[in-house]
Nanobody, 125 residues
Framework: QLQASGGGLVQAGGSLRLSCVASGRTFNTYAMGWFRQAPGKEREFVAAVTWAGGSASFADSVKGRFTISRDNAKNTVYLQMNSLEPEDTAVYSC????????????????????WGQGTQVTVSS
């Protein structure tokens, strides 16, 4: 129901734009989050956006470099990644908050459901 795309191989300092498209149902009343998992590491929070798109939160490691946005008319959430670093290499996945119309945002993976297939991002040095 959630499909991430847009990953690839990029040099350090480059940019990528990830997309997460919902199909089969709408998530317009759910906050959406991006998470990533590098080999041998636990899944970590990257960014989240409220259901209306008016507020966002970011992991400290990506603040100032990544932005998140959503287009509810297209059932799509975006993650714009700039100034990429080798440490950003991971599989990136999107997910929907398990609680509709949540006030605020959460970075806790267990608070998200409907995990989509991820997309690989590889940043070379």
């Amino acid at each position: 129901q959630l499909q991430a795309s847009g990953g690839g191989l990029v040099q350090a300092g480059g940019s990528l734009r990830l997309s997460c498209v919902a199909s089969g149902r709408t998530f317009n009343t759910y906050a959406m989050g991006w998470f990533r998992q590098a080999p041998g590491k636990e899944r970590e929070f990257v960014a989240a956006v409220t259901w209306a798109g008016g507020s966002a939160s970011f992991a400290d490691s990506v603040k100032g470099r990544f932005t998140i946005s959503r287009d509810n008319a297209k059932n799509t959430v975006y993650l714009q990644m700039n100034s990429l670093e080798p440490e950003d290499t991971a599989v990136y996945s999107c997910a929907a908050d398990r609680r509709p119309l949540r006030v605020g945002l959460t970075s806790v993976p267990s608070e998200y459901d409907y995990w989509g297939q991820g997309t690989q991002v590889t940043v070379s040095s």
